[in-house]
């Protein structure tokens, strides 16, 4: 994590420039990020559960994966790294919202992110790496939404935040059976 560097940007999600990941989560800067939702065969959401020991939000449960596309790097480009790097596999992913959000996190952190938010299909084997994941499971989006509303606390801000656009997407999508993914 040490000199890892994030792309700063402006709410047009135009870039600015670039900064240490920690000293733009510690000055609260505006910056790119990405998040990965993952859906299976039977309409359930991949959740992943963060280690303990991640330098914020750890133990919480959240999408697949999300994180920062690295100076030069394509924003899909980089949620398809990650999405290996974080749980082992690859499928193909189609953007489908960014939204721009601004949370302190008690740590002497502040995310404050401009969201690209992908969403992907999978059915096979979840092979998430250790240092990244605890736990996964796949869940319905009535059981998530209830768990949001039940157990707030187990869930990253960013979850919170995106989970009801990407739940209204993938039901209008889904159910309309015209969910195609043609974006990767």
Request: charged share 25%; aromatic share 12%; with cysteine.
């Amino acid at each position: 994590m040490k000199d890892e560097m994030v792309i700063l940007v402006n709410e047009n999600d135009e870039p600015l420039g670039v900064m240490e990941k920690m000293e733009a989560h510690r000055n609260a800067i505006l910056h790119r990020a990405f998040s990965v939702f993952i859906f299976n065969q039977k309409s359930e959401m991949l959740l992943q559960q963060r280690v303990i020991h991640k330098y914020h939000s750890g133990g919480l449960w959240t999408n697949a994966c999300c994180s920062h596309p690295r100076p030069g790097e394509e924003t899909m480009q980089a949620a398809l790294r990650r999405l290996k790097e974080e749980m082992g596999f690859e499928t193909p992913i189609k953007k489908i919202f960014d939204f721009v959000y601004k949370a302190e996190l008690g740590n002497g952190l502040t995310e404050f992110e401009f969201d690209h938010v992908f969403a992907g299909i999978y059915h096979d084997a979840v092979k998430p790496d250790p240092h990244e994941v605890t736990d996964f499971c796949y869940r319905k989006i009535q059981e998530i939404h209830e768990s949001l509303q039940t157990q707030p606390l187990r869930y990253t801000t960013w979850f919170h935040l995106a989970f009801p656009k990407v739940a209204e997407w993938w039901i209008n999508n889904d159910s309309a059976g015209k969910l195609t993914l043609t974006d990767h």
